[in-house]
């Protein structure tokens, strides 16, 4: 059996080591088992006891080689993978797929089946936020959010085990469509539950997105100016955060969001710098409250009696070498896909890009001279899935 | 600006290196010498009608009939709201390709991971080790002719065909009674 | 508690002074006694856990332990036999002595503060005119204990703990100090009896509204007591979200108990030293503490029966309290701690023990001041009282959620 080298950090593995002991400094694995890691990812961390002068991540511990994975199986049955690409926001997974694979074969979706997929994209945006939030407070010791978040999203949950009868990796949506339509009486529940939930957002802000303590550890951590976040191709809140305006929902319109009225919310350092860690909690919460909007626009406009499923082959056969890119606004930033097609039924090449992938190379650069707990608050923030980073 | 504006602001500045555009499959691309590619990508963030100041995706394509491995960058500009591909096409046998770290931090991260599970090299990238795959990985695993090792640290990579245990106990018992049945024959 | 044992052996009929087996009656009750405040500081500590456990999920819209006994009530028993029952484990390369001591340390640093602790009128095992000196020497116990078993646990992690936490203690035990240095100005005695006896039943003859500055000592001390218990939002050391669970982490089985029993029961002693310097003690509306030592006979067991309850009520108030900001509050981060009390809580703990020394003096000159401050004070408190009863209110109504405390038991 090879023994294990340790990782290098500078490409100069003993001399690291060296000069680590010679200055004192503790080489730390916090991780791949952590609390409060989101997901399986260990981060080596050089500290003095308090302050860190480097955190380093490591990841791949949630590797499933799902890629590999979209070359073997058809396009219609990788749909259920790509729930587990991000199984908090497995419907905006599903959706990127399903776009990239409809613009390889020109189909066009109909306006019900873009209108389900809508509401449902946004019930699970509410709900990954949701968590996203909640993890973040508990993170910084505030438990009481993360059950009042969680309580939430079990009537999300509820809502969406209706729809398609699951309640983290959905598979609902189709190539060509959606799976099954919306149930009766559907639209009363959700309004009833948007109508509810609009007042839980205002009490979650009384109780802890103002509190000063939580301000406090917030405000001014780890600013992420716009260009460095641009730099390292950050996505969604994290980049919104930081004051650039870019929401591929309004800039590069997709399915029937064109019909939609509603904000961006962009950081401005209210309380802090911006594209600090608060902002990208401000970001957050903000955004649920935007979806809700979306939501009830969707449940007026959505036309009645109308078809769900486009027309779809029954064995989808692409001509060899074609390939497509589809770009989604998935609840942790911009999911995008690319396919290239292959010879038979299955894909030849799948890659799919995700928000959290990026936002692990920027934590090597932001995270020098923080504090430890400050690197927990860092990661909650940037709100970073495992299995999103490592597929 | 679209993709032909595009290319043809390339070839004004970079004349000949600089290719025709590939024909619409779905969407064009430009495939620029892997040599070219740090002076295209320097010229299409740094020029201010083009401003791709983002590295969407780089993800590397194999191609064993031809021999090949592309390497697909997918660029966004932000100020401009444009988005372009380029290719570099490598041999199959020994790819490498200059890195763009020094253009776009993303790519750091994502050359990375491409070197991991294809092994593209990318010259000049600061820090170019694996990142999905355990450092003492054999092995790329997402080339198209890629074999798993059968064990990695003693665990195997392979699992008994959960019926075979059932075949051989038949196979078993009809041979004892093959033998039994021989044994009685020539007493 | 000498009195009582003298009075005990006078009628027996012996002369304590000259009697040779008076020390060996004392040896024996102050055995008694130990074993009554060991049990009662153990127990409380369980049922502080239960308490915890109910408030903290009711807080959490959750129910909580509701199992195990009516409300769950027997869940602590249940725990504690399931932690009795685990395997003891020592790291392989812990200090082996001084990973088993360590809990004890806490547990006496813990559990001798309430020998001096007035649970009412009379019952109180040491009167010592040195009481409050001696509660600050004690928990000071604590910190060893932590230490050693942050060291001795043989783990990076276990080790940044222990130090945050003692830092932690250490620091803020002199904003704490000069708090209660306060009600010992008031009052003119160290002694935890002496102190509720210079104070009245109502609220406006509590120390906490004598003054501003005794309002403010109130606060200091309330805010240094909850980061010498570890109590959010101080946990740093106990930071489940950094350090898996400081310096107990490689704990197991009672082992791990001791911590959290000194850590729930602590809470009894930080609420019961607050009520004790600050809120008036067991001192009973209606009923003067001349009155109460003249009684003899039913009326005075009534009366003593009345006072503990007093007590206890205030001091469970002050628990709920603690439970209730823990599971309100983020956490500091340790560098903010470490400035909060030294730029701001040393500072202004020293200027409110300026302050009450000078307003002694201008009180002696003119009595009436100290009534109008009394009134003024208490009554601006009811104010606060009053408008936060609203704004809980209002914020029910707002979210169209009700107040129901009769579900889900």
Redesign the interface.
């Known amino acids: 059996m090879k023994p294990l080298e340790l990782p290098t950090m500078d490409m100069e593995n003993k001399e690291v080591l060296r000069r680590i002991e010679i200055t004192g400094d503790m080489l730390l694995n916090m991780g791949p088992q952590h609390p409060s890691t989101h997901g399986v990812i260990n981060f080596l961390v050089q500290t003095d006891g308090e302050v860190m002068k480097r955190a380093i991540p490591e990841v791949g511990y949630l590797h499933r080689s799902l890629e590999k994975i979209g070359e073997r199986c058809t396009y219609n049955g990788f749909m259920p993978y790509t729930d587990r690409v991000d199984y908090i926001a497995a419907m905006f997974a599903n959706q990127g797929w399903a776009m990239a694979v409809e613009r390889l074969l020109g189909l066009q979706v109909p306006k019900r089946a873009e209108y389900c997929r809508v509401i449902a994209c946004e019930l699970n945006r509410i709900s990954s936020h949701l968590v996203s939030v909640g993890t973040m407070a508990m993170d910084i010791g505030a438990v009481t959010p993360f059950p009042y978040a969680l309580r939430e999203r079990e009537f999300i949950n509820d809502l969406l085990e209706e729809l398609c009868g699951a309640r983290l990796t959905y598979n609902y949506l189709r190539i060509g469509g959606v799976a099954f339509d919306l149930p009766s009486g559907y639209e009363e529940k959700v309004s009833s539950f948007l109508d509810h939930f609009e007042k839980i957002l205002d009490e979650f802000n009384r109780l802890i997105t103002y509190n000063e303590i939580f301000i406090k550890r917030l405000a001014h951590l780890a600013p992420i100016p716009g260009p460095m976040a641009i730099e390292y191709c950050l996505a969604g809140p994290n980049l919104r955060a930081s004051g650039v305006g870019f929401d591929v929902r309004k800039d590069l319109p997709y399915s029937v969001y064109p019909d939609f009225q509603f904000d961006v919310p962009v950081g401005k350092g209210e309380v802090g710098t911006v594209g600090d860690s608060w902002d990208r909690f401000w970001c957050r919460v903000e955004e649920m409250r935007q979806s809700c909007r979306i939501l009830r626009q969707a449940l007026a406009q959505i036309p009645r009696d109308a078809q769900i499923m486009g027309k779809v082959p029954r064995k989808i056969k692409l001509p060899e070498g074609a390939e497509a890119y589809s770009r989604i606004e998935s609840a942790r930033g911009d999911m995008q896909y690319y396919v290239v097609a292959g010879p038979g039924e299955n894909a030849h090449r799948v890659k799919i890009r995700t928000g959290s992938f990026t936002a692990m190379g920027i934590i090597d650069a932001l995270s020098r001279g923080l504090m430890i707990a400050d690197l927990v608050a860092l990661i909650a923030s940037l709100d970073v899935v495992a299995p999103e980073i490592d597929r | 600006m679209t993709f032909e504006e595009i290319q043809q602001r390339l070839a004004a500045k970079l004349g000949e290196r600089i290719g025709a555009l590939s024909p619409a ?3 064009p691309f430009l495939v620029v010498q892997a040599a070219d590619l740090v002076a295209v990508c320097r010229l299409l963030k740094d020029d201010p009608d083009l401003a791709f ?5 780089l ?1 590397t ?2 191609w064993p009939k031809k021999n090949q491995i592309e390497v ?1 960058y ?1 660029l966004w500009s ?1 100020p401009k ?1 444009h988005s372009f ?1 380029l290719k570099v096409q490598l041999d199959r046998a020994g790819p490498e390709v200059p890195s763009v770290e020094p253009v ?3 790519a ?3 050359e990375r ?1 491409q070197f991991d ?1 294809m092994g593209v090299q990318f010259n000049g990238h600061p ?1 170019l ?8 990985w054999v092995g790329h ?2 080339r198209k002719d890629y074999k798993e090792e059968a064990q990695w ?2 665990i195997t990579t392979t699992r008994e065909n959960s019926l075979e245990g059932y075949v051989r106990l038949d196979e078993l018992a009809k041979k004892a009674a093959e033998a039994a049945a021989k044994k009685e024959v020539p007493s | 508690m000498q009195g009582f044992l003298d009075n005990l052996i006078r009628g027996w009929g012996h002369d304590p002074a000259t009697w040779p087996w008076t020390q060996f009656v004392y040896l024996f009750f102050m055995g008694l006694f130990s074993f009554l405040v060991i049990n009662f500081a153990a127990i409380s500590g369980g049922i502080f856990s239960w308490a915890e456990r109910r408030v903290a999920a009711r807080m959490q819209s959750r129910v909580g332990p509701n199992r195990v006994g009516p409300a769950g009530f027997l869940q602590w028993i249940a725990d504690a036999v399931k932690l009795l029952f685990k395997e003891d484990l020592i790291p392989d390369e812990a200090d082996k002595v001084l990973f088993r001591a360590a809990p004890y340390f806490m547990m006496v640093g813990f559990a001798c503060v309430f020998v001096a602790l007035p649970f009412s009128h009379r019952l109180i095992i040491a009167d010592m005119n040195v009481g409050i000196f001696y509660i600050l020497a004690v928990t000071a116990l604590i910190v060893v204990g932590i230490i050693m078993s942050g060291w001795s646990s043989n783990s990076k992690w276990s080790l940044f703990g222990a130090i945050r936490s003692a830092a932690q203690i250490v620091s803020y035990e002199i904003p704490a100090g000069m708090a209660l240095m306060i009600p010992v100005l008031l009052a003119g005695t160290m002694s935890t009896q002496g102190i509720i006896r210079a104070q009245g039943a109502w609220p406006w003859q509590w120390f906490v509204f004598d003054n501003p500055a005794a309002t403010a000592a109130f606060f200091i001390f309330f805010t240094s007591a909850l980061a010498e218990g570890n109590r959010t939002p101080f946990d740093l050391p106990e930071a489940e979200s950094e350090l898996v669970s400081g310096y107990n982490t490689e704990y197991s089985g009672m082992r791990f108990s001791y911590f959290f029993l000194v850590e729930w029961g602590n809470l009894w002693v930080m609420s019961a030293l607050a009520v004790t310097m600050f809120m008036g003690g067991w001192q009973v509306p209606f009923l003067p503490a001349a009155r109460l030592d003249a009684l003899a006979g039913w009326p005075a067991f009534f009366a003593e029966v009345a006072s503990l309850a007093v007590f206890a009520l205030k001091t469970l108030f002050f628990v709920f309290v603690v439970m209730w900001l823990r599971w309100t509050l983020p956490r500091i981060r340790v560098d903010q701690m470490m400035n909060m009390c030294w730029k701001y809580l040393v500072p202004a703990s020293f200027v409110a023990v300026l302050f009450v020394a000078g307003w002694m003096l201008v009180v002696r000159a003119a009595p009436l001041l100290a009534t109008a401050m009394h009134l003024v004070l208490a009554g601006a408190a009811g104010a606060a009282v009053v408008l936060f009863v609203l704004r809980v209110a209002r914020n029910l109504r707002d979210t169209g959620d009700k107040f129901d405390f009769t579900s889900n038991w």
């Open positions: 499959n779905k969407d100041d983002c590295l969407m995706n993800s394509v194999d697909v997918h932000y709201r591909i776009w931090k993303s750091n991260w994502l991971e599970l820090d080790r694996r990142i999905m795959m355990p450092d003492d695993p997402l640290h003693n």
